[in-house]
T-cell receptor, first 112, second 114 residues
Framework: DSGVTQTPKHLITATGQRVTLRCSPRSGDLSVYWYQQSLDQGLQFLIQYYNGEERAKGNILERFSAQQFPDLHSELNLSSLELGDSALYFC???????????FGPGTRLTVL | GNSVTQMEGPVTLSEEAFLTINCTYTATGYPSLFWYVQYPGEGLQLLLKATKADDKGSNKGFEATYRKETTSFHLEKGSVQVSDSAVYFCALSPPDTGRRALTFGSGTRLQVQP
């Protein structure tokens, strides 16, 4: 158990819908990262937050957004969903000084 | 930009065989290098890491050495077990302490047969 929690574990929805994925980092970790794992794109970095502020952006679509709240949990919002958004979405956390990240179990999103 | 290249899988071995999974990288400066493992139906677990040239990371019988001259970080294990069957990802993070997003390789599936 990495100490990073993600909910829900599974999510099935329809095209055009909007969903929210939630992540709680390890106790004391200020950085949260979101990654997408899909069969065709592999593991890709989406976005990073540090202590409530956006720190870095990767290959995140404009239809996707995220935020980190004062209690440090983070949410990833995916809107106008398309079939191609079906993937595993991982959250990871780290301290400021550590360079390794600890991953949650992921949320499997299926868009029908 | 940064990139990681891993050998294509699947790699199929018999129990107690020697394992090598090749990983090479492209990056500016001195990135940190990692191997993560993903067991079926689970998230990624950090297997080992190295933060500077010639460092050797090791864990659970797995080893990898940071080779700056060949920009490589090959994963090795002397004797694999059925329980090692999983997907292995090589990854790097840049030296900037504020922005450590990981760049992953495509993953290598290892299947160990009894």
């Amino acid at each position: 158990d990495s100490g990073v929690t993600q909910t829900p574990k599974h999510l099935i929805t329809a095209t055009g819908q909007r969903v929210t994925l939630r992540c709680s980092p390890r106790s004391g970790d200020l950085s949260v990262y979101w990654y997408q794992q899909s069969l065709d794109q592999g593991l890709q970095f989406l976005i990073q937050y540090y202590n409530g502020e956006e720190r870095a952006k990767g290959n995140i679509l404009e239809r996707f957004s995220a935020q980190q709240f004062p209690d440090l949990h983070s949410e990833l919002n995916l809107s106008s969903l398309e079939l191609g958004d079906s993937a595993l979405y991982f959250c990871a956390s780290s301290t400021r000084l550590e360079n390794e990240q600890f991953f949650g179990p992921g949320t499997r999103l299926t868009v029908l | 930009g940064n990139s990681v290249t891993q050998m294509e899988g699947p790699v199929t071995l018999s129990e107690e065989a020697f394992l090598t999974i090749n990983c090479t990288y492209t990056a500016t400066g001195y990135p940190s290098l990692f191997w993560y493992v993903q067991y079926p139906g689970e998230g990624l677990q950090l297997l080992l890491k190295a933060t500077k040239a010639d460092d050797k990371g090791s864990n659970k019988g797995f080893e990898a050495t940071y080779r700056k001259e060949t920009t490589s970080f090959h994963l090795e294990k002397g004797s694999v077990q059925v329980s090692d069957s999983a997907v292995y990802f090589c990854a790097l993070s840049p030296p900037d302490t504020g922005r450590r997003a990981l760049t992953f390789g495509s993953g290598t599936r290892l299947q160990v047969q009894p």
